[in-house]
């Protein structure tokens, strides 16, 4: 029996674009965090649909994805992550009628490792009437010195944290599709959607318990994004002469 604020099921969608380095660890930390939902008996667990967006991949990729117990494969041409993502609920949530109030949407990327509590905590939120669940994101070693210190520095890792990330954001499936869905753009695709959910007057939650680790990179798979705010920050410091990381170009998009 579904209780009220219950969700029955939960669509998880991952980007991905030439990710064959990073995903094993992306889907091997992703089925630690289904287990503990799928284990519970009381209410009855929710049906969890993974499904991980190859936008564009050209390396094994797609091998490694199709691996994943249940995976949902979606294919895109696009390059721009707000399609992949919208593409990615969209191959799952197929008509207006399955975007419901006990549906719920979360999104990652598949150079991230979320916590084993990410899902839980999101479904826990839900429970209690949350429609919108933002988390923080902590980048991986590959971020490291003085790059690190700055980036530290300026984070608000706290409850109520003012920051928005693809990498770590759940919402209730009939909130977002009210909203527009993810906007069809090639960065700042989280962003635009939190605005529109914002412009609903939906209760959020803005919290730093469900930590998502991210690659610490410099050079992204998508225009600006993580990496691209890495770069920023790092173009403020002078060591970044010294490494070079200044060749990086405007993009900072991989072939």
Known sequence: MIRPGEIDHVVIVIPAHNEEELLP?????????IEPVVAIL??????????????????????????????????????????????????ILKTPADFTGRTWIASTDADSAVPENWLASQLAFARNDVHLVLGTVEPDECLDGDMRARWAAEQWLVEGHPHVHGANLGVRADRYFAAGEFPGIDADEDIALVAALRRLRVCEI?????????????IGRTPGGFAGYLRAQAARLPVIMETGALQVDDAGALP
Do not use: Q
């Open 25 to 33: 660890l992306c889907l091997a930390a992703l089925g630690a965090a």
């Open 42 to 91: 009381d209410p009855a667990p929710p049906i969890v649909s993974v499904v991980i967006v190859l936008d564009r991949c050209t390396d094994g990729t797609e091998s490694i994805a199709a691996g994943f117990p249940g995976v949902h494969l979606v294919r895109s041409d696009t390059g721009a992550v707000g399609a992949a993502r919208r593409a990615g609920v969209r191959g």
């Open 206 to 218: 803005r919290t730093a318990r469900i930590p998502v680790l991210t690659s610490g990179r410099l």
